[in-house]
């Protein structure tokens, strides 16, 4: 290793491409830097574990354009979970969409079954050009066409 530097790297995320801080590491006699993301461990956690009986957000997989202030949309839940229902927070920017579903905690043995279904969450204002989030995972709902 004959240096290192501080610099910035193109990084693709679940939204969008960024600019992340990297080290540029330069060792003799290899032509190409050696390049390491700069994040501290302590920013990446895991996702919190289910408790049983508790209430989660359920991961929607995508939503279908209908009319302009209506969210159509599709979701998977395990096959002994009860749904509760949806509903969305909403900024001038983006639309955060969460579906509650309970495990019923009773200790009996459930089918690794994913089920799917579909519900439609009413906004204040018609979506546009809003993203939408899934408040499960942080990440964009997917848009399809009505027939997809």
Do not use: N
């Given at each position: 290793?004959?240096?290192?530097?501080?610099?910035?790297?193109?990084?693709?995320?679940?939204?969008?491409?960024?600019?992340?801080?990297?080290?540029?590491?330069t060792?003799?006699?290899?032509?190409?830097?050696?390049?390491?993301?700069?994040?501290?461990?302590?920013?990446?956690?895991?996702?919190?574990?289910?408790?049983?009986?508790?209430?989660?957000?359920?991961?929607?997989?995508?939503?279908?354009?209908?009319?302009?202030?209506?969210?159509?949309?599709?979701?998977?839940?395990?096959?002994?979970?009860?749904?509760?229902?949806?509903?969305?927070?909403?900024t001038?920017?983006?639309?955060?969409?969460?579906?509650?579903?309970?495990?019923?905690?009773?200790?009996?043995?459930?089918?690794?079954?994913?089920?799917?279904a579909?519900?439609?969450?009413?906004?204040?204002?018609?979506?546009?050009?809003?993203?939408?989030?899934?408040?499960?995972?942080?990440?964009?709902?997917?848009?399809?066409?009505r027939?997809?």
């Open positions: 290793m004959t240096g290192a530097r501080l610099g910035k790297v193109p990084l693709e995320t679940s939204r969008g491409a960024i600019q992340a801080p990297a080290w540029m590491f060792v003799e006699g290899v032509e190409q830097k050696k390049v390491h993301v700069a994040v501290d461990p302590s920013a990446v956690t895991a996702r919190p574990e289910r408790v049983q009986g508790s209430v989660e957000e359920v991961t929607a997989f995508d939503l279908v354009a209908g009319k302009p202030s209506e969210l159509l949309l599709r979701y998977g839940y395990g096959a002994c979970d009860t749904v509760h229902g949806a509903r969305a927070y909403e001038g920017q983006l639309v955060v969409v969460d579906v509650d579903e309970e495990d019923p905690g009773s200790g009996k043995p459930c089918p690794a079954i994913l089920k799917t579909t519900t439609t969450v009413t906004l204040a204002r018609p979506l546009g050009d809003r993203l939408v989030l899934d408040s499960g995972t942080g990440l964009p709902v997917l848009r399809r066409a027939d997809a």
